[in-house]
């Protein structure tokens, strides 16, 4: 998207770029269908480090025809990954050894709905297992006509481990997240948009256009009263209602005094 950028970070089939309050996150390896990797996961946690504060909006996005096609399966097997341990390894190792291994793969999954920034996700083609997670990890979802989500991890004996299930639920409700991810059957495009997996989806050839203007009307909105909704909506599904209340007064309190020009 947008004109050529010096790379704050390039490596491990994830680059960042950014230019003035937009920052995109671009995973690069389209020959594998942008096949995840721990390697791969530590460059999206590097990326999440670097992004700057003047950032609002985050947009994740894969090149090629398949925004990812999930776990790179070398991981499956005895090898593994060269430089990296194998599933086998990891299974080999003491609990607290093999919960560090994974809050780490986490990582790269979780700061994408952090409260200064707003992330979307650019899909199209596969987004399969990881993939599907990675895409779950951000607040908003603008997916190509194209779409294939579908969580792959039961079918292979597997949990999905990389922080999917929380917003999956929130997304589409208990019933339909267990069964989307205990048959790991396809939800396509009308789906995603009627679910509320997705916000949008148009024609291949329109997402990038799509998500340049969703990221625009974003940008367009005072950075203070973005940051306070995205906070108070977040944090709804874990309030009742007259907690929900008490937390809008407090917020909008904030608002009128910062627009005052009022400190508290």
Not at 28 to 53: C, F, H, I, M, Y
Not at 60 to 66: A, D, F, M, N
Not at 90 to 109: V, Y
Request: glycine content about 10%.
């Amino acid at each position: 998207m947008g004109q050529e950028l010096v790379p704050l970070l390039d490596k491990d089939g994830v680059r960042l770029t950014v230019e003035d309050t937009l920052a995109t996150v671009t995973l690069t390896n389209p020959a594998k269908l942008n096949a995840q990797s721990p390697a791969l996961w530590r460059s999206l946690a590097e990326a999440g480090r670097l992004v700057p504060g003047s950032v609002r909006v985050v947009v994740l996005r894969g090149e090629g025809k398949s925004f990812s096609a999930g776990l790179d399966r070398q991981m499956f097997t005895p090898e593994g990954i060269e430089g990296e341990p194998s599933f086998i390894d990891l299974a080999r190792s003491g609990d607290a050894e093999l919960d560090a291994a994974i809050a780490e793969f986490q990582e790269g999954f979780t700061w994408w709905r952090r409260s200064d920034v707003v992330s979307i996700a650019a899909v199209q083609g596969h987004a399969i297992g990881a993939g599907f997670q990675l895409a779950l990890a951000c607040d908003l979802r603008v997916v190509a006509d194209d779409v294939q989500f579908a969580m792959r991890e039961t079918g292979l004996g597997l949990v999905p481990d990389l922080t999917g299930t929380h917003p999956l639920v929130s997304l589409v409700g208990y019933a339909r997240a267990l069964e989307i991810c205990a048959t790991g059957r396809f939800v396509l495009a009308e789906e995603a948009v009627n679910t509320g997996l997705a916000n949008i989806a148009v024609p291949r050839d329109q997402l990038d256009d799509a998500v340049r203007d969703l990221a625009g009307a974003l940008l367009a909105a005072p950075r203070d009263a973005v940051i306070e909704t995205k906070a108070l909506l977040r944090g709804a599904q874990d309030r009742t209602y007259d907690e929900q209340r008490a937390a809008e007064r407090a917020a909008q309190a904030r608002r009128l005094r910062d627009l005052a020009g009022i400190g508290e």
